[in-house]
C-alpha cells in the first residue's frame, strides 16, 4: 500500500488547513489510519486516528478540539481537518495504516507510511 499525503503549507495562527491521505488501494475494514506529526528535533508522535471498522475516532489531547479526522477505506481517503492552528502544530505530517490491534497512540502499530507534508503555522 502507497500512501500520499497533501494539503500542507503555511498558514497564519488562528487559520485552518485540511490534509489529505490518499490510499493506492482500498485498505481492509479491519484496519484504520493515523496521522502523526514530526517536528524538528522532536520524535514522531501520535495526532489522530480513525477506525475503520467502527468509525471511532481518536485524538491527541492538544487537538482534541481543533482537529477532525474523517474517510474511510472505501474511499482509500482520510482527510485531518486542522482548525484554530497554532504555531506548536508546526511539523511534518504523515498518515498511515494501522495494521496491529495494540494502542492506536503507537507507531509500532502502523505498517505502512506517506512520506508526510509540511505544516507550517506564522505569521
Known amino acids: 500500500v502507497q500512501l500520499v499525503e497533501s494539503g500542507g503549507g503555511l498558514v497564519e495562527p488562528g487559520g485552518s488547513l485540511r490534509l489529505s491521505c490518499t490510499a493506492s488501494?482500498?485498505?481492509?475494514?479491519?484496519?484504520?489510519m493515523g496521522w502523526f506529526r514530526q517536528a524538528p528535533g522532536k520524535e514522531r508522535e501520535f495526532v489522530a486516528a480513525?477506525?475503520?471498522?467502527?468509525?471511532?475516532?481518536f485524538y491527541q489531547d492538544s487537538v482534541k478540539d481543533r482537529f477532525l479526522i474523517s474517510g474511510d477505506n472505501a474511499e482509500k481517503t482520510v482527510f485531518l481537518q486542522m482548525n484554530s492552528l497554532k504555531p506548536e502544530d508546526t511539523a511534518v505530517y504523515y498518515c498511515?495504516?494501522?495494521?496491529?490491534?495494540?494502542?492506536?497512540?503507537?507507531?509500532?502499530?502502523?505498517?505502512?507510511w506517506g512520506r508526510g507534508t509540511l505544516v507550517t503555522v506564522s505569521s
Open positions: 498511515a495504516v494501522r495494521v496491529y490491534s495494540g494502542s492506536y497512540h503507537s507507531t509500532n502499530q502502523y505498517a505502512y
Open positions: 488501494e482500498r485498505i481492509s475494514k479491519n484496519y484504520g
Open positions: 480513525i477506525s475503520f471498522s467502527s468509525s471511532n475516532t
